[in-house]
């Protein structure tokens, strides 16, 4: 841990009391901190994107905590997630990670990591990219929709449900509307941070010029 993640966590244990959306206020501080830290930060690279389209996948009937607790090993099972590594793993690679403790070993889940390398591989080949599919939904830029603390998101939005659509056609798999706009959240592609969040004006402000025309 460098110097700036000594302080951010010291700011954190000071600063606990600050307002923050509901879903983040419990006894975990690893929520507290990707909270503070992570969600609805602006995220780019092929990697990274694919992590997060990995986990959102493998949330799907769990919660996110215990997605989170796990990520430290899908990071090494995985390669990093890089996916032209991804995309030439097989059956054998497969059968290894459903032997995997430190994974959610659901077939269908495992196999997608696998499956949606291989559309980002094919989308590199084709002279586009996954982060250029994702930023492309949004225009570029982060949506604002500022929902109010009483009644947070919804669970599905017309931009998720596009892009849902739109992944599912080019061979994505688990990423349904809902899952999308889990992404979509994760990412930063949507500011979805409650209007009472700390965080919400703080990325709010850092979107850039276009972000708040939404």
């Known amino acids: ?4 993640e000594q302080s951010t966590d010291a700011g954190s244990r000071r600063d606990d009391r600050r307002p ?19 969600w609805g930060v602006p995220l780019h690279g092929e990697s990274a994107l694919l992590e997060m389209l990995t986990l959102e996948g493998a949330q799907a009937g769990l919660s996110w905590s215990t997605v989170l607790s796990r990520r430290p090993r899908y990071r090494e099972a995985f390669a990093g997630f890089d996916p032209e590594i991804l995309a030439g793993w097989g059956d054998a690679d497969l059968e290894r990670l459903l032997a995997d403790r430190g994974l959610i070993r659901h077939r269908g889940k495992l196999a997608s990591v696998i499956a949606n390398a291989r559309v980002v591989r094919r989308l590199h080949d084709e002279g586009s990219a996954l982060d250029q599919l994702l930023w492309s939904s949004v225009e570029g830029a982060p949506l604002q929709p500022r929902y109010p603390p009483e009644a947070g998101p919804p669970g599905v939005t017309a931009e998720s449900t596009a892009l849902s659509r739109r992944l599912r056609q080019l061979g994505f798999k688990f990423l349904g509307p809902t899952s999308t706009l889990s992404l979509m959240q994760a990412c930063g592609l949507t500011n979805d941070h409650t209007t009472d969040c700390f965080r919400q004006g703080e990325l709010e402000s850092t979107a850039g010029p276009e972000a708040g025309a939404s």
């Open 1 to 4: 841990m460098d110097a700036g």
């Open 20 to 38: 923050r959306c509901r879903w983040a206020v419990g006894p975990s501080p690893e929520l507290l901190r990707y909270h503070d830290r992570e």
